[in-house]
């Protein structure tokens, strides 16, 4: 049976610690134990007036399963890809058949503020669920459709290479696996110039979609302008490689909040006969694939203007463009009151969801385009999800010390193990790493700080069972 998109991770229910650094919540502890008042209560209160500020602003009231069925080219793909699958799970299909929809359709379409359809998509789930299926079913694709030239490296070793590619291949989409160690080759402070300004290009390549790409000068090599370039990348990986090789300069250089998350949580899907063979491309996929690459190819995009194609612009109807300023009043509201490390989050779910309405709509009508209603509604949920997501998750998992590290592992092993607690002793197995003291400590913090509580029961045979449940 297919995981459906409701085993895609989604936010609990939000606490004012949750808005707290893991140092604050240490010092907390330390000054509750010794019977002080801290200002941090301070911090306290204030984080609970952000949350009841933010209490309309939150989880989807759609349902979770929608995410994975958009209309159009984009649900085909995951329903092909889905057939030839052991181990189906459409969310991990998901983002793979958005991005290549993404490069097929760049530098030809834009939203009427000039968005583009080049998206930055990563897709977390645990070993064995099965993320290289959907890489391996987009690379056959492409090649029985001729249209593999749209697909990029799946390594890329120096921004000069990156600005090399994009120049050779304007749209381009990049499939890659491990992105974990990608992430860690770019923001690892001891990586080279070469690597830590792949990073800056990225960023710059992301928001120059729309106009040009200015490259860079060397004293060998003249910076070349490249227009309208159109690079998306779908990348999967385990959450703890992922996570690990951030720190906390990746949330405020902005890279991170340009992603849309797709993040899968539960048990994998039980071991099947795929009904149909990989290579069992039908014709008409391939057709509609080619209705996208080809599109403009004569009329409008057969000219240039200094160099950068002109592209078609797409509209939203009167019921996508009411759906999408309420989602903004409701962005808005929650920037108010939202701390400064979630401001860039939010400051970006707008524009990650017109991406994905544009690029859903095209996949719907290459001829015709337009964002329904509909479309806009689902690229709403999907990136209000992913927003909530990457606010969680990197408050929890990103951590610069070694003692900060520790008090996120611990607290997360704890928060997965949900209403059935764990013990300390399987705490001290997950961790094998961290010394028992340093343990100790921090489970003593997580008590006094409200993160946790700690219950001894006495179960069968009068024997005390002694578990850690989070709050």
């Not at 749209?150 to 291949?169: D, N, T, V």
Request: glycine share 8%; aromatic share 6%.
């Amino acid at each position: 049976m297919a995981l459906t998109c409701e085993q895609i991770d989604v936010a609990s229910e939000a606490h004012p610690y949750d808005l707290m650094s893991p140092e604050q919540l240490m010092q907390l502890a330390i000054s509750r134990s010794a019977g002080l008042t801290s200002k941090l209560e301070d911090v306290v209160d204030a984080a609970a007036e952000r949350l009841h500020d933010r209490a309309t602003f939150g989880r989807s009231l759609a349902r979770i399963e929608d995410l994975c069925a958009p209309p159009g080219l984009v649900g085909d793909l995951i329903d092909w890809m889905e057939a030839s699958s052991d181990r189906p799970n459409r969310a991990l299909l998901l983002g793979a058949a958005l991005t290549l929809v993404s490069v097929l359709a760049g530098r030809k379409f834009a939203s009427p503020s000039n968005l583009r359809t080049n998206n930055y998509i990563i897709t977390l789930a645990p070993s064995g669920h099965g993320k290289d299926h959907a890489i391996s079913q987009i690379k056959l694709l492409s090649e029985a459709a001729g249209l593999d030239r749209f697909i990029g490296p799946a390594r890329i070793m120096s921004a000069s290479a990156l600005r090399k590619l994009i120049k050779r291949e304007p749209s381009v989409a990049c499939f890659i696996d491990e992105f974990g160690g990608f992430m860690h080759q770019i923001h690892d402070r001891r990586a080279g110039i070469h690597n830590a300004m792949i990073r800056n290009d990225l960023l710059e390549m992301f928001s120059a979609a729309g106009s040009f790409f200015a490259g860079a000068e060397y004293a060998s090599e003249p910076a070349a302008k490249v227009y309208a370039p159109n690079l998306s990348v779908s990348g999967t990986s385990t959450p703890a490689q992922f996570w690990s090789s951030l720190s906390s300069l990746s949330t405020v250089d902005g890279l991170l909040a340009r992603f849309i998350l797709i993040n899968v949580a539960g048990e994998k899907p039980a071991r099947r006969k795929a009904p149909a063979g990989p290579r069992d491309v039908p014709a008409q996929l391939i057709k509609s694939l080619h209705a996208v690459a080809d599109a403009g190819s004569s009329g409008n995009l057969s000219r240039l203007r200094d160099g950068s194609p002109s592209p078609i612009v797409v509209p939203l109807t009167s019921e996508a463009e009411i759906a999408l300023d309420e989602f903004s009043a409701e962005l808005d509201k929650a920037d108010a009151s939202s701390p400064d490390e979630e401001q860039p989050f939010i400051a970006r779910a707008r524009e990650n969801a017109i991406k994905l309405a544009l690029t859903v709509a095209v996949g719907e009508s290459p001829t015709a385009p337009e964002v329904s209603g509909t479309t806009m509604r689902w690229a709403i949920e999907f990136s209000r999800l992913s927003m909530e997501t990457l606010i969680r998750e990197s408050s929890d998992r990103i951590a610069d010390n070694e003692r900060g590290e520790a008090f996120n592992r611990i607290l997360g092993l704890i928060r997965k193990a949900g209403s059935a607690g764990i013990t300390e002793g399987r705490i001290a197995d997950r961790a094998k790493h961290l010394d028992a003291r340093l343990r100790a400590q921090i489970l003593n913090d997580l008590q006094l700080a409200g993160r946790v509580r700690f219950e001894r029961r006495t179960g069968t045979g009068g024997r005390a069972g002694e578990r850690y449940y989070a709050l």
